[in-house]
């Protein structure tokens, strides 16, 4: 039985509300995906301040966040309204909406007097009121009581719309590189997922500093300038690009003290070639670790790239020259999109919750068990 | 068909989380309850203080209330499972349990930037978990989201539970007197409440400046002394008592300071005689709310007492000589409790949403119209 489902994400950077429209087919191993619509909604300039200083142990307090989770309520209602629209689907005939919330703040490991924990806001009930569509919530809260991290969600998502008669590798890019390895029908226990190390973290900050650009558009810039050999065999004898898995890439590492000792000792290098160069880095770096630690278990067919750095087409070609023997593509290619794609994932999970299912990924989280994750909020109406 | 529930209350007091375990047979108008057990678990020091740190803007922040939303989770568990031993009934068999969680911000009426929301922790995934139970919890948002004040929510259960062939009154006798007014098998439209006046809060506040106890245990002091008539005749000359409903008392109003000029004024009679005086002020307090609000519409055969001034036993006898046509009764004289009185209402109002049941009041909320409360947290384990 096919559902309509809206999923609606809001993460950390604040740059707007996520809303992807989908149509759902079965749940579980027989879930099927298919992507109707999806807006990214503007937070105005008051709530983003507002939400900001919620994160804040400083200058959030409770009346604040009592205001907020409300505020953000009416918000993403704003937002499902709007993709429904955009695609000129009737909200009436809506099944669920998977919301993931805010999060303002997560404790993945207790200190002090602090307990494992984590505070998404978005009140349910207003967008359960607003819209008249039953709301699955608060995804993470549930994967934590089963002392898991509550975070990563998406891998569980990753495993039911990727999962194929090919071995592939999902390679995200966004401010770090992260893989997950799905082997020909593997099932959930077989799936493993690693951090390959920098993703487009290095080549914003050094296109901001060089360019004043918030990153470089379509690899751009990279694509004007040359790769820097000595540069790069530097950046590749890092230890932790060439260290086996398990492993956490920190963000602190490739931040910007990283890129301030960057700069300084290679300040003859032209800006292009030294955002050649670090494209190319983020590029080796996956390749390495695809060869290491990935192609010595499973021969690798695909590879399908989603984040920003997915757009970023002198990176792909790159990873291509690379890594000759796999088809390597993006999340468009498959009919999704890397904008949409975490929105797509609460989606998916609102409509396994909605079914009895678990959805947590054990050596994703490291939660004890599978649980069902989320509350559901009724269409408020007495029939 | 009958259910197993466990009510869940933490009241802004923090004076321990109460547990009522009820047997419930049907819903809505059919509903019939029945008290198995009731504990009071002590909340410990060390979280009361970061509970009192989440009510205070000052104090306040994004991480403390985080975590102490998990910890009340873990708390609300433990009385959970503790009110389901004493009444040795294995918690597998419970099939839901109503938090009401604790209360630490609620902004009914919005001001600056702030906007109409409510906010009450004790994470609901957390009381699923430990308990395997389902959970159904965040019960005011929703009337929020209608745009009701989220509050009273116990006028439903009183519907429900006391609406009988007679015309009754409930008087709850907390720190304020309110009365709830249940004619002959009204409908919910029919019934009305008001606040009668003061209820124990002149009584505890002179007992303890003037006794050092926290309030006149069983009307003991107040048995012991003689009614001032002229002083009775000044604190019923008070606007407020006699003026017509609707009326809510401002606790400010009895306060602190009106018991600084009220000792001040009659520093010449004994402790006893002013105990017995205060107490005979709300007794008569609500007879005459009576004789001019209530018995003019509705000849009442039985008035309910509940909540702490109930088991003041001269000020139940003060009642009973005011009010001679009517049958005075405590909790206790119908089965119920009146310290297990609003757990129990929590347990009510989810079994209610659970049958896909409306339970605001509009007249006690203000809500726009009636709606399903709450969230749903179901068992966490796929079947």
Chains 1, 2 share one sequence.
Request: glycine fraction near 8%; include cysteine.
């Amino acid at each position: 039985m096919e559902k309509y489902v809206v999923g609606l994400m809001s993460g950390t950077s604040l740059d707007g509300v996520d809303a992807a429209l989908v149509k759902i087919e079965g749940f579980g191993e027989e879930t099927k995906v298919q992507l109707i619509e999806f807006i990214n909604e503007d937070i105005p300039m008051d709530l983003k301040r507002e939400i900001l200083d919620c994160f804040s142990v400083e200058r959030s307090n409770v009346e604040l966040i009592c205001s907020v989770n409300f505020k953000l309520g009416y918000l993403f209602s704003e937002a499902a309204k709007k993709v429904c629209q955009k695609a000129n689907f009737d909200i009436k005939k809506l099944d669920l909406i998977g919301s993931h919330g805010q999060t303002v703040y997560h404790i993945p490991v207790p200190y002090k007097n602090m307990v494992l924990s984590t505070l998404q806001i978005g009140e349910p009930s207003v967008i359960a009121y607003e819209t008249g569509v039953t709301v699955v919530s608060n995804f993470r809260t549930m994967d934590m009581a089963a002392k898991g991290q509550g975070a990563p969600l998406v891998p569980y998502t990753e495993y039911l719309l990727y999962r194929s008669d090919k071995n592939r590798v999902l390679q995200n890019i966004g401010g770090i590189g992260n893989v997950t390895v799905l082997p020909t029908n593997c099932t959930l226990d077989q799936m493993y997922a690693f951090d390959t190390g920098p993703g487009n973290m290095i080549i914003d900050e050094v296109t901001k500093r060089l360019k004043g650009q918030k990153y470089d558009k379509g690899g751009y810039f990279a694509s004007q300038g040359k790769v820097n050999e000595e540069l790069l065999n530097e950046l590749m004898s890092i230890e932790y690009i060439n260290a086996a898995p398990p492993k956490t890439t920190g963000r602190e590492f490739f931040g910007s003290q990283f890129v301030d000792v960057l700069l300084e000792k290679w300040n003859n290098l032209s800006a292009e070639d030294l955002i050649a160069t670090v494209t190319m880095f983020t590029a080796k770096s996956i390749a390495v670790n695809y060869r290491n630690y990935v192609f010595n278990r499973y021969p690798i067919n695909e590879v399908i790239l989603g984040g920003g750095g997915s757009y970023n087409n002198t990176l792909v070609k790159m990873l291509q020259e690379l890594l000759p023997e796999c088809k390597i593509m993006i999340q468009e290619d498959l009919g999704y999109s890397s904008d949409a794609k975490e929105a797509i994932a609460f989606a998916v999970l609102a409509n396994e919750t909605a079914n009895g299912m678990a959805s947590n990924v054990l050596g994703a989280t490291g939660a004890k068990e599978r649980v069902i994750l989320g509350n559901i909020t009724p269409v408020p109406y007495q029939r």
